[in-house]
């Protein structure tokens, strides 16, 4: 969940400083270029500042999974000169955070950073870019395959946890995985001028709620409708 996190952001830094350098009258080679570097640059200094801070330390890890990220950015817009696969961030809050706040978070806002729990990374293919299909088909529909976890109270193992009434609680770690339509704001019709970038920019990092198929090897097969449930 880490990795793919730091994958997803690193590809949306990537993609955001690109539609700003395009915005502004930057050429199209040059805004991809300075589009990553900036992400490079952002992410890196993260992972500087994590080694040198006591119980973190540097990942090589995470450096591949920025680089990732943004070798998906660049690649595919240099290229095809579009996206035709993004990744995009899903939350829902989760059960876990009131049994470990300090590690989780206490308030919404800190748990959707810190609680991987509520966290899913979404790849989303946009069908008209990647499929055979017809001018009638519509242009901003998407297909997403998604990964999440739950159970997860700690960073490689789950602590100790002892409830009010003296017993213990165990959680069992386990891996999601999604499939759900999502939507291309930037392909819906009509979606065009200045005043609409900043909308357009934003939604293209959120996984809009849609319908989703769930598979885990604790609940096997489940169907949702738009919000997916606590675990």
Known sequence: MDKVGHATTAYAISRGEYELFRWSGVNERASVLTGGLIALLYQTTIEVFDGRSEGWGFSKGDMVANASGIALFMGQQYGFGEQKASL?????????????????????????????????????????????????????????????????????????????????????????????????????????????????????????????????????????SFLLPKD
């Open 88 to 224: 995009r961030y899903g939350w829902r809050q989760s059960l876990y955070p009131p049994y470990r706040p300090e590690l989780l978070g206490r308030r919404v806002g800190t748990q959707m950073l810190k609680d991987y729990n509520g966290q899913q990374y979404w790849l989303s293919f946009n069908m008209a870019s990647v499929l055979p299909v017809g001018p009638s088909f519509p242009r901003w529909l998407n297909l997403d395959v998604g990964y999440s976890g739950s159970g997860m109270t700690g960073g490689h193992a789950n602590p100790p946890y002892v409830d009010e009434g003296g017993r213990e609680v165990k959680f069992r770690r386990y891996r999601q995985f999604y499939l759900s339509p999502d939507i291309s704001l930037a392909r819906l019709p009509g979606i065009t001028g200045a005043g609409a970038q900043p909308l357009v920019s934003a939604g293209q990092f959120f996984k809009i709620p849609a319908p989703s198929f769930e598979y885990n090897s604790v609940r096997g097969l489940r169907a949702h």
